[in-house]
């Protein structure tokens, strides 16, 4: 496969995975934002977090300076000079999506066309902020829809496999930076830890990831973080867990390798990672910094995808 078709197919991937992952970052931000706040919040330390964590922080500081909801929810849904927002990661994915037509399944297209051409019809400047959830939960329903048809309709060739690594990259990124909106949350409220407060914030971080049913079927019991924490990190059961992404990149670029008869470095740094999460322990992240270990993490994940664009080529 050339360079430029590997790259496209791979950075389609994670443009539909990054549109459905920055809804549930703005999701994340919205459910904390209406949880009770501490005395001397004055309600902006939700969003700046969640900005932080989408890694537009100092972006959208530039452009708007104070943090309201508004601007914040605009910045990330509809800003075409964001280029995480999800106008940027729906355009750009079906760009990608156009330029290599053919190696797409007609299911394939057909969901990202239409999904791009609905939220085209959306008028930011009528959205009502009741009328969010919906347009998140339809997102997510939309990058769902191009992910089955993917699964249900493509040979299992280099290009499935280049589409998975660029899925399961932009989810284990996402998950972590999820993560990390509660530590800046608690940062500044270190009392708040323990409290009824921490627990709900802990409960919608596991709702913004759709995890709050299955968390109760694993552990029957009550939201705890450093559970919480391990089902998200280290739990090969979760699909999106850290594990169970590093499970399917790992998988993904063995295919490769057997394919192309040559094993690249970007490969044994993926299994480095993957042998750190099954060897994991979440009391000891919690003794070492849970904030430290999730930068660590989306530093590793950050340099695998960029051994995978210079094994394959994809800047050729």
């Known amino acids: 496969m050339l360079g430029r078709t590997a790259n496209d197919l791979f950075w389609l991937s994670r443009y539909v995975e990054r549109a459905e992952n920055m809804a549930r970052l703005i999701e994340a931000g919205y459910r904390i934002a209406l949880l009770p706040r501490v005395s001397g919040d004055d309600g902006k330390q939700e969003w700046a977090s969640t900005l932080e964590s989408a890694g537009c922080a100092e972006q959208y500081r530039a452009k708007h300076g104070e943090i309201d909801t508004r601007s914040v929810v605009d910045f990330l849904l509809f800003d075409a000079s964001n280029s995480s927002s999800i106008h940027t990661c729906f355009a750009t994915a079906r760009r990608n999506a156009r330029a290599q037509r053919t190696a797409l399944t007609r299911e394939m297209w057909e969901s990202l066309n239409s999904s791009w051409l609905e939220f085209q019809t959306i008028r930011p400047e009528t959205l009502r902020a009741d009328a969010l959830p919906r347009i ?34 932009e989810r284990a990124d996402n998950t972590a930076r999820i993560l990390d909106v509660k530590y800046y949350v608690l940062l500044p409220s270190t009392n708040m830890i323990g409290s009824g407060v921490d627990t709900a914030q802990w409960e919608s971080i596991l709702r913004s990831v759709s995890a709050h049913r299955s968390y109760r079927w694993v552990y029957k019991d009550s939201y705890r973080s450093w559970r919480i924490a391990d089902y998200l990190i280290l739990n090969r059961a979760m699909p999106r867990s850290l594990r169970a992404c590093y499970s399917e990149i790992d998988k993904a670029l063995d295919e490769l390798s057997v394919l192309y008869g040559e094993g690249k470095p970007c490969l044994g740094t993926a299994k480095s990672i993957l042998a750190t999460l099954d060897g994991g322990d979440i009391e000891a992240i919690f003794q ?28 050729a």
């Open 288 to 315: 070492s910094g849970l904030h430290e270990f999730l930068l660590d993490f989306v530093a590793r994940n950050n340099r695998v995808g960029h051994e995978i664009s210079e094994a394959y080529y994809f800047n």
């Open 136 to 169: 998140l939960d339809w997102i997510k329903e939309r990058s769902a829809g191009y992910r089955g048809a993917l699964l249900n309709t493509i040979l299992r060739n280099d290009t499935y496999y280049f589409s998975q690594l660029g899925t399961f990259l």
